[in-house]
């Protein structure tokens, strides 16, 4: 298909009121975060989680966060592999990328109508592009094996499913904080916040709005908010 966010959006646009599941096998016009392609060849897993939550607008973009530690946490389960976080919500093993995830809201009147959160999981790719080979992997090149996609997808549902319940308590990180933080691949590491320009400091993890909070050189402690600048390694993409 086309890409299983804008399935999945077309079916929250409509009358439903159970949550839905999209999946592919492969996109021809796959999203990325930041207006980027994502592209989905045969053989990774592509799907998205179309859901209606009784929450408030702002808390929403919260969502990717748990979906990044539900997906970590199925990693794990499924191949064995050590998997963290790259704040806000990319998968990462040894350092290099293994999944995205790309969250979409949709707000009327009355608040958040639908939530969409896509995930891509290279699972059986053995080459990318050049310009992301340094910073990309997948479950095939890591453990010589490929997984089964119901598998990862029906094991990332339950992972979400208990995540998501603690979030739904207080709407935001306050019970996963210290889960999220421990699984952080920035966490205490040099970063560089890009935004308008470009500032170093150290990554000291998120708050319970899941916001990373990141030290400067003058020491001032200041919050980064996800979707509004992009947070690198000093030396590559950790
Ligand atoms: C990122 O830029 O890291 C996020 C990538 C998200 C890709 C997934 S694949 C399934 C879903 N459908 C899309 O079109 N995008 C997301």
Known sequence: MDSTNTRAKLIGGGNVMEDAVVVAKNQTAGRG???RNWISPEGNCYFSIMMKPNIQVENASTITLVAALALTQTIENVTGLKAQIKWPNDVVVDGKKVSGILTESSVGVDGLKYVVIGVGVNVNQ??????IESMATSISLQTGNAVDCAHVIGE????FENSFEIFLETEDMTALIDRYNSLLVNLNREVRVIDQGERVGTALGINEKGQLLVRYMDGNVE????????????????
């Open 126 to 131: 053995k080459q990318f592009d050049t310009e």
């Open 223 to 238: 919050s980064v908010i996800s979707g509004e600048v992009s947070v690198r390694g000093l030396y590559g993409y950790v």
């Open 156 to 159: 990332f549902l339950n992972c």
């Open 33 to 35: 975060r930041r207006g």
